[in-house]
Structure formats: C-alpha cells, structure tokens
C-alpha cells in the first residue's frame, strides 16, 4: 500500500512524526494480519502454519519514506495467495488475495488511524 500522498502532509524530517508515524503503521499492520485471517476471503487454515508464519517487520524508515512489511512466510504464501494453479481450499471462504485484497478494503481506515496515531503522539 502506497501511503507516500498521505505522508506528504506530515513534516518527515520531524524524527517525532517519522517515529509516530512508524509506531503507527506498525499498530495497523497487526490490524492488517488479523483482517486476512478474520475475513473473507479468509487465509486458508488446514494445519496453521501459514497462520503461525504471519509477520510484521519493524517499520523501514528513510529520509523520507517509511515502509512496512506485513504477510506471511511460510514458502507457500505467495503461491495460495496468488492462485496461480486450481486449489482446493480446505476452509469455506478461503481464497486468493487473502492479504491484499483487506489491505485494499480498508486502505482509508489505516491512513486515518495511523494520522490519528500521529497527532496523539504529537500533542
């Protein structure tokens, strides 16, 4: 997810807001993780691994870009999230885009927690 528009109205040279801003991403990427394992299309769940593998890097922060990696680990991620060949999805509702597709439904909502995070943190 692109926030680089939204960041843009916030003073990234300010090591306060980049350190907010961070603490909040970070915050939302857990939301993130949860929303692909609590909505349709859920992450598929047969043994728990890909569950168990879920992982949220410390936010990447730059002169003046911050970067969050969120998903999962395990080596077949990519391939069920992508779908690339037929699946048999062993949890009704599963299927691909299990990621994406929340971080795109809810795009809106995690730029304003994370600007709220920041001018909580501001104050």
């Known amino acids: 997810m692109d926030i680089s528009k939204f960041l843009h109205g916030f ?19 857990a ?4 929303n692909a394992i609590e909505e349709k299309p859920y992450a598929p769940h047969k043994e728990g691994h890909l569950h168990r593998s879920q992982r ?14 969120v998903g999962f680990n395990v080596p077949y991620a990519a391939k069920l999230h992508e779908a690339l060949s037929a699946i048999s999805w062993t ?22 927690n ?3 995070h920041i001018k909580r943190k501001m104050k």
């Open 11 to 29: 003073d990234l040279a300010d090591k306060k807001v980049k350190e907010s801003a961070a603490d909040g991403m970070f915050l939302e990427g």
């Open 31 to 34: 939301k993130v993780i949860n």
């Open 56 to 69: 949220i890097k410390k936010v990447e922060v730059k002169k003046d870009a911050l970067t969050l990696y």
């Open 91 to 112: 949890l009704a509702g599963s299927g691909p885009k299990y990621l994406s597709s929340k971080l795109a439904r809810h795009k809106e909502k995690h730029m304003k």
């Open 114 to 116: 994370v600007a709220a």
